[in-house]
């Protein structure tokens, strides 16, 4: 279904792969890990047909349903409904029955209702062949598997949030995947980029069952180990310190174990191999002493060369960002304050009469289901959109820090170094230069355009704009989505240590509990409460 041969890939000069040969079959139910800035998004954005390699070719055969992190693209003023149903067809087909409904019912004259009827008719037959009623059925079970309620569906793209946009372009790739081919398999092969982000913990169980059940290819990217472990029935691991990919051809946690098990072999062999080098190399320089034995010394000093040389590379510790959430600015006792807030798109409310004191140093939590408002929330608090009603009032002293899951913050035209020096234009250059290698940006990646880093890059480079300034007041939307699991921990120990006021949504409850809040603001009522126990089992669902 993918081919690919002699795969090169590049960011600026740095390798990230060289003479790949990747595969995928039917069946092939494939997780591709590696570090942040490994190359997994890129690799994926490759294979699917949206970026082209440096050297090397791509085949690819049959359907192909790709879901990049940071969906971007479409006609947002398509309702979310029509989106998912286009993915076979079926939303163009339903709109041209409608119009020749409507004529059957108003055309007077006998002869252009036949015509009409006759039209509707072909138009039906057409509907039934594609699976007709009980194919919107589907999709409508898909989408509310994904958390989109029917109200949602209703909406132009243009009014969702991220994350629910975002749920429909997962819904519609998985409407596609699950029309059955000639032999009653899907056809499809799904390239699936961090799925999991933005999902509720009941709907990611039904991915899981969904995607194990899928007949056609998969490569999947994700952090999300339970998913990995319930699906995968391969890996493939990109090694960003020996440009290479190691396959796999297991589940995960026989994977975990033979990885394990290749980097202790390695170790050994290098350790058996360097102390058989040393003893030749001193054995060599004894013997250079003698102009007889000069050319034995040589020759023994190439073989300890030799040694070495056929080692496979060491594999260096994955460095991983320091992040330091900035020492917050001195600020008067509540900082930010919304009073009476509401929201609406069109005819549907999101929330109404939310009041909110963000005093000093205070940290809270925003919960409420997918749809609730709760980004919604944030922007109108960091001032990314207006709200209908109510006021947002900045108290003395206040430094906002915004970070955005959907890296709106982000200027993805620009370059690394540009938006870096915007987020902090008083800020020295070396000062932000030694910030951004701290955040694991050296070199050429200063220049590299912020929409071509991966999305754990993406949010290394964002929570770099936070670490920048001297905010007082930070506003996280989702900061440990597409983190690997050794900078997620980083993240954890920013919040633990931060000492300025915390606003957080997250489905995440280690950073919940690494924020150990004091309250809890439930959506879509503005119900406060002060914060217990008992609301960390609603975080997942939230």
């Known amino acids: 279904m993918i081919s690919a041969t002699d795969l090169e890939l590049r960011a600026g000069s740095r390798i990230l792969l060289a003479d790949a040969t990747l595969r995928v079959q039917p069946g092939d139910r494939i997780g591709l890990v590696g570090r942040n800035g490994a190359g997994k998004t890129t690799t994926l954005r490759v294979l699917a047909g949206e970026g082209l390699p440096y050297a090397g070719e791509?085949?690819?055969?049959?359907?192909?349903?790709?879901?990049?992190?940071?969906?971007?693209?479409?006609?947002?003023?398509v309702a979310a409904k029509d989106r998912v149903l286009s993915a076979r067809g079926l939303d163009?087909?339903?709109?041209?029955?409608?119009?020749?409904?409507?004529a059957m019912a108003e055309l007077v004259d006998d002869a252009q209702r036949d015509s009409a009827v006759r039209r509707y008719g072909r138009l039906e037959e057409r509907f039934s062949a594609l699976g007709g009623y009980a194919a919107e059925s589907e999709a409508a079970r898909i989408c509310s598997n994904l958390g989109l309620a029917d109200r949602v569906l209703d909406q132009p793209l243009r009014t969702l949030s991220g994350g629910q946009r975002r749920r429909v372009e997962l819904a519609r790739?998985?409407?596609?995947?699950?029309?059955?081919?000639?032999?009653?398999?899907?056809?499809?092969?799904?390239?699936?980029?961090?799925?999991?982000?933005?999902?509720?913990?009941?709907?990611?169980?039904?991915?899981?069952?969904?995607?194990?059940?899928?007949?056609?290819?998969?490569v999947v990217i994700s952090h999300d180990v339970d998913l990995l472990a319930a699906v995968v029935n391969k890996v493939w691991f990109l090694d960003a310190t020996r440009s290479e990919v190691d396959v796999y051809n297991m589940e995960w946690r026989r994977y975990l174990d033979a990885r394990a098990a290749d980097e202790k072999r390695r170790r050994r062999e290098r350790a058996n191999a360097e102390k058989k080098a040393g003893a030749l190399m001193a054995q060599a320089d004894k013997m250079r002493a003698k102009a007889t034995k000069a050319v034995a010394a040589q020759n023994m000093a190439r073989r300890a060369e030799k040694l070495l040389a056929g080692l496979d590379e060491q594999r260096v510790a994955d460095k991983v960002a320091r992040i330091v959430f900035p020492k917050p600015a001195a600020c008067g006792r509540t900082p930010l304050t919304a009073e009476n807030l509401?929201?609406?798109?069109?005819?549907?409310?999101?929330f109404t009469g939310v009041d909110l004191a963000i005093d000093r140093g205070s940290r809270?939590?925003?919960?409420?289901?997918?749809?609730a408002g709760k980004t919604t929330l944030l922007r109108l608090l960091g001032g990314m959109e207006p709200a209908d009603a109510g006021s947002v009032v900045a108290g003395h002293g206040l430094r906002l820090g915004y970070y955005a899951q959907e890296h709106e913050t982000l200027d993805h035209e620009a370059s690394v170094w540009s938006n870096i020096r915007s987020a902090a234009p008083d800020t020295p250059e070396q000062q932000l230069r030694s910030l951004l290698g701290a955040f694991l940006f050296t070199g050429e990646q200063l220049d590299q355009p912020a929409g071509t880093l991966s999305g754990g890059e993406k949010t290394r480079l964002a929570l770099a704009g936070l670490v920048s300034s001297a905010a007082n007041v930070l506003l996280l939307d989702?900061?440990?989505?597409?983190?690997?699991?050794?900078?997620?921990e980083q993240v954890l120990d920013a919040l633990r240590s931060y000492q300025g006021a915390v606003v957080l949504v997250t489905h995440d409850p280690g950073a919940v509990e690494a924020l150990e809040p004091e309250r809890v603001i439930l959506l879509p009522d503005g119900t406060e409460d002060h914060w217990s126990e008992e609301y960390l089992d609603l975080v997942q669902l939230a």
């Open 58 to 77: 791509v085949r690819r055969s049959e359907e192909l349903g790709y879901l990049p992190q940071d969906p971007r693209e479409g006609d947002l003023s």
């Open 92 to 102: 163009e087909l339903l709109r041209e029955m409608d119009k020749a409904q409507t």
């Open 173 to 218: 790739i998985l409407f596609a995947a699950s029309e059955a081919g000639v032999n009653g398999r899907s056809t499809t092969t799904l390239l699936l980029d961090e799925p999991t982000n933005h999902l509720d913990a009941d709907s990611i169980g039904w991915l899981r069952d969904f995607l194990k059940a899928h007949s056609g290819g998969l």
């Open 342 to 350: 509401s929201k609406s798109y069109g005819s549907l409310e999101i």
């Open 364 to 371: 809270v939590v925003v919960l409420g289901l997918n749809g």
């Open 478 to 488: 989702e900061p440990t989505n597409n983190l690997d699991p050794a900078s997620r």
